[in-house]
């Protein structure tokens, strides 16, 4: 039949609109006449079906987790954005659930959807320096974390779909941690979460209001291995940070 090939393909998305979607639902009310003619594309059937089931489970609003724990289970089983259909492993967040400083990336890259783990490699051992000799602390007494919780392919910058979907798991770990302070790593990151297309160089050395939590930006780790010569600017924002960490500096945002 000539409309078949169109209505398979009309079902098909209409089924991973649903899945997108997320929600409580997992299945469509359909009309009796659209029933009908989807039953016919599948061949005789004993009884006309009402009901499409997307195989999608309950999904709970990331708003509703009681804990980092239950928020992470959500982020695993997640399927808001087509990035589910590409990575290997979510990277939910690594360090203590208590921290003061929660720093925030951009999103997983190829180490880390392989691993699980935020900031491993080159880039992630330099964070670890920053933390570690360059703030005094040791880098299980700090969150790291990323907007995306899936890698993009190829490391491509998050589409805004992709972070108006993940956005709110971010938000609900940071509800539930109540940082001091929020650093962002690099200018995808601070832009993304700002809501600003200034760039890293006019963001940092000035204190932000993300959701009234004071909020820092500096050069992403990965950026730094390319221009050393910038770490001296991290160093900086480094240093305002543990002064308001240490409760020397009350920030005004
Ligand atoms: S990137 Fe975020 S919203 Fe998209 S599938 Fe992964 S966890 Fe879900």
């Not at 699980?116 to 490699?121: A, D, E, H, L, T």
Request: glycine content about 8%; proline content about 8%.
């Amino acid at each position: 039949m000539a409309i078949q090939e169109p209505l398979k393909t009309i079902l098909a998305e209409t089924r991973s609109l649903v899945e997108r979607a997320g929600g409580a639902r997992r299945s469509l009310t359909l009309s009796p006449e659209v029933a009908e003619a989807l039953s016919a594309l599948d061949g005789p059937r004993s009884q006309t079906p009402t009901k499409m089931e997307t195989g999608t489970p309950p999904i709970s609003s990331p708003d509703s987790a009681p804990s980092l724990e239950a928020l992470e289970s959500l982020v695993c089983a997640c399927t808001r954005c087509g990035l589910a259909a590409t990575r290997n492993r979510t990277v939910f967040g690594v360090g203590s659930p208590s921290a003061d400083l929660v720093f925030v990336g951009e999103a997983p890259g190829e180490d880390e959807d392989r691993q699980g783990v935020p900031f491993v490699g080159r880039a992630g051992q330099l964070l670890t320096d920053i933390i570690v000799k360059g703030m005094g602390m040791r880098r299980e007494d700090v969150y790291i974390c990323n907007v995306l919780k899936c890698r993009p392919p190829l490391n491509r910058d998050p589409n805004p779909e992709e972070v108006h979907c993940c956005e709110p798991f971010l938000l609900r770990q940071l509800d539930l941690m109540h940082p001091k302070v929020i650093c962002a790593l690099g200018r995808h990151a601070a832009q993304t979460l700002l809501r600003t297309g200034e760039s890293t160089g006019r963001l940092r050395g000035r204190w932000h209001n993300y959701h009234d939590i004071p909020f820092r930006v500096t050069y992403h780790p990965a950026y730094l291995l390319r221009q050393p010569s910038e770490k001296r600017k991290t160093w900086e924002d480094v240093k305002a940070i543990m002064k308001v960490l240490n409760g020397e500096v009350v920030p005004e945002i």
